[in-house]
């Protein structure tokens, strides 16, 4: 069945560091894969999402993601991380028929002065 | 552009009430059409969802009911509410064209809680 892992529940970064935010799949064919971010009691915002071609993604808001079929993984970057950029990370699959699309359990960041 | 609306933002209702949150799109039409559920801490679980009007899968048995009287309106119901029906509700849609390749765009949610 498919599937999404985001292995880490939490993580906290200092302002300014790099982030990494890993996701796993697992689906048989080439999936379409998104990021989300959700702030406290609101709703999820599409950070950024790759169907085909280049393997890494820009998004919004100073993120990029990087898909390695041979690992299946889609992993979110930043460069640097600003204090608002705490919040919950979803990492989703869709493309795989149908309409439902499958979400991680979400990774919250938060990032420390 | 598109945009989608949620009401209301926040409920408090007690054990055994009824239950209605209404979400409405514009901008779109034939929109795919999504309701989900978030415990705290905890990821999305989808409920239901709906490809045209009159149209509704449900994801999860429970005493919750969908429905969709017009294309860009999604009613969430309940007759009787149980305390485990507290959470985050969340209304999304994407477009008809493309099934789950499309990325979802969410509502602001309505945070519910139980008493």
């Known amino acids: 069945a498919q599937s999404v892992t985001q292995p880490d529940i939490h993580i906290t970064v200092s302002e300014g560091a790099s982030l990494e935010l890993r996701c796993n799949y697992s689906y048989g064919a080439t999936p379409y894969l998104f990021w989300y971010v959700q702030s406290p009691g609101q709703g999820l915002q599409l950070l950024l999402k790759?169907?085909?071609?280049?393997?890494l993604v820009q998004g919004i808001k100073g993120f990029e993601a990087e898909f390695k079929r041979s690992q299946s993984s889609f992993n979110l970057r930043k460069p640097s991380v600003h204090w608002s950029d705490a919040a919950e990370y979803f990492c989703?699959?869709?493309?795989?028929?149908?309409?439902?699309?499958?979400f991680g359990a979400g990774t919250r960041l938060f990032v420390k002065a | 552009s598109q945009t989608i609306h949620q009401w209301p933002a926040t409920l408090v209702q007690p054990v055994g009430s009824p239950l209605s949150l209404e979400c409405t799109v514009e901008g779109t039409s034939n929109p795919n059409l999504y309701w989900y559920r978030q415990a705290a801490g905890r990821g999305l679980q989808l409920l239901f969802y709906s490809v045209g009007i009159g149209q509704i899968s449900s994801e999860v048995p429970q005493n919750l009911s969908a429905s969709r009287p017009q294309d860009r309106q999604f009613i969430l119901s309940s007759k009787k509410l149980l305390l485990s029906d507290s959470g985050f509700y969340l209304c999304?849609?994407?477009?008809?064209?493309?099934?789950?390749?499309?990325?979802?765009?969410f509502g602001d949610g309505t945070r519910l809680s139980i008493l």
């Open positions: 989703a699959v869709g493309g795989i028929g149908g309409f439902k699309t499958i």
């Open positions: 999304a849609w994407s477009p008809l064209q493309g099934g789950s390749n499309q990325p979802q765009h």
């Open positions: 790759y169907f085909s071609g280049d393997t």
